[in-house]
């Protein structure tokens, strides 16, 4: 797997005002923009997956990182593990991933209001229907788009299954 130097992550990990800009110049150049987001705590397998595929639709990738608090908000006590500019570095690290935010809010629809994605890509544990910011994207003039593999893997599944107890 091909890493990128900590020079190169600073320049994908970005403030809002940052990511504005960067998707305004984006624009100007004809590209599309896809938005990603979520909480990326311990970074496994279907997180990639879902990354890829967010990729693969096209464009460019932003993806949106909720902060430490807006975790702990959605996913309760002793979350999140990592802090989130150490989630943010290690997204920021893979090939597929174009900018990287972090957010304080509990969804993505300040950000979908300030940068105005074409496509919002959300994974399989969602329908078109259910994405908690449709309404935003399509006020928007975007839409939204279900990637990635089937939801067979989880933060919260891999700790309660570290932190069960083992048979022998």
């Not at 797997?1 to 900590?6: A, I, S, V």
């Not at 940052?18 to 279907?46: C, K, M, P, S, Y």
């Not at 290690?90 to 209001?113: H, Q, T």
């Amino acid at each position: 797997m091909n890493f990128l130097g900590k020079a190169t992550l600073q320049t994908k990990i970005l403030s809002r005002e940052e990511l504005r800009q960067r998707v305004q110049g984006w624009r100007r150049a004809g590209e599309r923009i896809t938005l990603a987001n979520g909480a990326f705590d311990l970074l496994h397998v279907g997180h990639v997956r879902y990354l890829h595929g967010a990729k693969a639709i096209g464009g460019r990738l932003v993806v949106a990182i909720n902060s430490d608090e807006s975790v702990q908000k959605l996913k309760g006590e002793g979350r999140p593990i990592m802090p989130a500019e150490e989630r943010a570095e290690i997204v920021a690290a893979l090939a597929d991933v174009d900018a990287v935010v972090i957010f304080s809010e509990l969804d993505v629809r300040a950000i979908i209001r300030e940068i105005r994605p074409d496509i919002q890509a959300k994974g399989t544990d969602y329908t078109a229907d259910s994405v908690p910011e449709r309404d935003a994207m399509m006020e928007c003039g975007g839409r939204v788009e279900i990637v990635g593999d089937a939801k067979h893997h989880s933060t919260s599944a891999i700790i309660r299954a570290r932190l069960s107890p083992r048979k022998s």
